[in-house]
């Protein structure tokens, strides 16, 4: 009879500690999948843009440099926002705050050797910029140059009257960014959505 209470006893544990870890689970992926930006919009986008990841891109940086292996350059012209995203792999895609979306531009060789270009050109400037936690998008009339590196994010932010008149030390930076758009746009390559 003790062996039959043992029993009874051990099954009603098993199932007490299935329900709890299945709970445990629960809630873990319903926190991940609320964490989880929504690709169909301009924030969803950029979020995931920002969060791309060396092993995502495949790529094996040594620890003991700082490596940028990608650039988010945030143009806020007033009306709306124009996130420019670039890898040092050439994938390169443009986001519009009013909903549009430019993706597939580094299909095109040409395309995606001047978005590398453009992001191994902003090894340059990491010493000129600052580590940040958030990513926030920049004021009216500014732009904002994030850096993707093995060891975090950094960024600055300049205004355009400062790109108009010259007088920016990040305008050749720039005026890469710029030219990647450009191409992009020229090419007719890549997919506009939205």
Known sequence: ?????????LLQIGVIIYFVRRGKRLRQAALVNAAAPDTDSYDGLR???LHITPAQLKLTIPENETFVYGVIM????????????AYITGAVSIYFSNGGVKTGGGMTPEIAESAADFVTAAQDYINRAIQVANT?????????????????????QE???????????WLPLFEMGNEVISRIHASGNGHLVG
């Not at 926030?136 to 600055?156: D, M, Q, S």
């Not at 205004?159 to 030390?169: C, D, H, M, T, V």
């Open 74 to 85: 945030d143009c806020n012209v007033g009306e709306g926002i124009v996130t420019l995203s």
């Open 47 to 49: 979020t995931l843009a």
């Open 1 to 9: 009879m003790t062996v039959l209470y043992i029993i009874v006893i």
């Open 136 to 156: 926030e998008l920049p004021a009216k009339g500014c732009v904002r140059f994030y850096l993707l590196t093995n060891h975090g994010i950094y960024v600055a």
């Open 159 to 169: 205004q355009l009257a400062q790109f108009e008149n010259g007088s920016s030390s």
